[in-house]
Nanobody, 122 residues
Framework: QVQLVESGGGLVQAGGSLRLSCAASGRTFSSAAMGWFRQAPGKEREFVAAVSRTGGNTDYSNSVKGRFTISRDNAKNTVYLQMNSLKPEDTAVYYC???????????????WGQGTQVTVSS
């Protein structure tokens, strides 16, 4: 079992930055690929970014590539999402996911946090 707690969300103006954190507890954190997803009002949850177990490989959705950076610190059992050049369309609840799998062109996680709200004003 893995417990995930996100933090760092908030209200920011367009062009600004935020850093999300996801603290994990439970089974060995370093054995799991991790990721971030988001869900805007009235829309389905979508993949944002993924990081491999060691942090050596990352993947991003086209909508955030070049603006967001995912990283992890296995010593602190924490994964981060640095978000720069934020746009109003980035407004969503952001979820951390653990034990990430990639199948048929889609990422999914076996464990999820409760989410943190990110609001970008224009």
């Amino acid at each position: 079992q893995v417990q995930l707690v996100e933090s760092g969300g908030g209200l920011v103006q367009a062009g600004g930055s935020l850093r999300l954190s996801c603290a994990a507890s439970g089974r060995t954190f370093s054995s799991a690929a991790m990721g971030w997803f988001r869900q805007a009002p009235g829309k389905e949850r979508e993949f944002v970014a993924a990081v491999s177990r060691t942090g050596g490989n990352t993947d991003y959705s086209n909508s955030v590539k070049g603006r967001f950076t995912i990283s992890r610190d296995n010593a602190k059992n924490t994964v981060y999402l640095q978000m720069n050049s934020l746009k109003p369309e980035d407004t969503a609840v952001y979820y951390c996911a653990a034990d990430l799998r990639y199948y048929s062109g889609t990422y999914s996680g076996n464990y999820w946090g409760q989410g943190t709200q990110v609001t970008v004003s224009s």
